[in-house]
């Protein structure tokens, strides 16, 4: 992302208002008892106002079918009330969504949310990807991370996300650099560095690196505090170069340090995956002092965007 794109959409100050879309967390924990009440709030935040519109063509011209579908009078779309949104990915009933948003607001583990919910790992596990594909799209540079250069736009088909990120293979490795400013923190994919070009840094102008396990991150370089990736077994780990510096010396931000050890417990996170968490990161630490449950829910009720074009 350019430094004139951020001059001209800079960061806005930071929010001191807890609750968003009218609700608080002790309303959503009251909603999740019964899956019709659960039904109502999601169906409340989808269509803001009762307005209900084709999620295909934008129309509005509907007439309603059994089961609850709609079908637009226009493109002849039929459509249930939550297609083409975040929400309509992962199989759960409404109640669960409610549930799963509270716990992962308290940073519970997939594995932990499995047991509370009474669900499957993989069940589980693709709803919280779900739900981190749904903050990662709201991010300011959404469009870029959905490109090439990550691949993550090509499990977006048709308003579906059609699979998960797979923890294998020699996809692209990205880089991103961490850039903390006044309370606020934005990460970065640097378009054009490698993985190897970072080692080259490293071993060659000693720039500092520290590793844990696949995940690396440098000294501040240029105007990041920061770079970080997440590799995978290709990469040449054993030419990293030691370069001692003492801690006084270190100018880590305190978003790094935060970052780092929680990247460090999801314990070997993919290349494809880890934008997906880097992105939750930074969405936890910009809205932290805040509930993240409603804004979360209102993430998942948007509509999931239409990267086909992208990957055709």
Same mark, same amino acid.
């Given at each position: ?194 993985? =190897? ?92 002092? =805040? ?22």
């Amino acid at each position: 992302m350019s430094a004139a794109w951020r001059r001209e959409h800079p960061l806005p100050a930071p929010c001191r208002m807890r609750y968003t879309c009218g609700m608080n967390p002790t309303e959503i924990v009251q909603a999740s008892s019964s899956e019709e009440a659960a039904r109502k709030l999601l169906l409340d935040i989808c269509w803001a106002g009762g307005r209900r519109f084709c999620p295909r063509c934008g129309g509005d011209r509907l007439y309603g079918l059994s089961g609850g579908r709609h079908r637009c009078a226009g493109c002849k779309y039929t459509f249930q009330d939550f297609a083409g949104r975040w929400i309509n990915n992962g199989g759960l009933p409404a109640d669960a969504w409610l549930r799963l948003v509270t716990l992962f607001a308290a940073e519970a583990t997939a594995h932990q949310m499995a047991g509370e919910l009474g669900l499957s790992y993989n069940a589980t596990y693709k709803a919280v990807t779900t739900l981190r594909f749904a903050i990662l799209a709201h991010a300011p540079d959404a469009r870029q991370l959905l490109g090439p250069e990550t691949g993550l736009g090509a499990y977006l088909k048709g308003r579906k996300l059609t699979g998960l990120p797979s923890s294998h293979g020699r996809g692209p490795v990205p880089v991103f650099g961490i850039l903390e400013r006044n309370g606020w923190v934005f990460i970065d994919l640097v378009s054009g560095l490698s993985a =190897e070009t970072v080692f080259h840094f490293n071993h060659s102008f000693h720039l500092r690196i520290e590793r844990a396990g696949y995940l690396v991150h440098t000294a501040p370089y240029r105007q990041y505090d920061a770079l970080v990736l997440s590799g995978d077994d290709s990469l040449p780990y054993e030419y990293i170069r030691k370069v001692e510096t003492p801690p006084s010396q270190r100018r880590e931000g305190v978003f790094t340090r935060y970052a780092v050890e929680r990247i460090k417990a999801f314990k070997g996170v993919s290349p494809q995956r880890f934008p997906l968490y880097l992105k939750e990161l930074e969405f936890r630490y910009n809205h932290r002092g =805040e509930a993240l449950e409603p804004l979360l829910l209102r993430y998942l009720c948007d509509m999931v965007p239409d990267m086909e074009f992208r990957h055709p």
